[in-house]
């Protein structure tokens, strides 16, 4: 399974961005799609996830009610809605999926796109 993901960029404090996640491959495998993120210094950290099917859906704390997972399951492509951003949230975003839904939610995952910088000035 490859995950390529795309739509990083550098924005002002408040302003929206969106992630897009194109999987390809054997993505039978990949039940359970998200995002990563890992901030300078830092360890990735847990996002958000989603199933195949558009449910499942959990969110970290630090990003509920500012962003958004979705999923277009016909074009094996997931996405992340950033609103509101917020300097803290800069880093670089990966798209992550495996079969397992407890796995994704404790960072990890079995495949991994080659993420996308995402830069919030304030």
């Known amino acids: 399974v490859q995950l390529q993901a795309s739509g990083g960029g550098l924005v002002q404090a408040g302003a929206s961005l969106r992630l897009s996640c194109v999987a390809s491959?054997?993505?039978?495998?990949?039940?359970?799609m998200g995002w990563f993120r890992q901030a300078p210094g830092n360890e990735p950290e847990f996002v958000a996830r989603i199933s195949r099917i558009g449910g499942s859906l959990y969110y970290a704390d630090s990003v509920k009610g500012r962003f958004t997972i979705s999923i277009d399951n016909a074009e094996s492509t997931w996405y992340l809605q950033m609103n509101n951003l917020k300097p803290e949230d800069t880093a670089i975003y990966y798209c992550?999926?495996?079969?397992?839904?407890?796995?994704?939610?404790?960072?990890?995952?079995?495949?991994w796109g080659q993420g996308t910088l995402v830069t919030v000035s304030s």
């Open positions: 992550v999926a495996d079969e397992n839904p407890t796995t994704i939610l404790g960072g990890r995952a079995t495949y």
């Open positions: 491959g054997r993505s039978s495998s990949t039940y359970y």
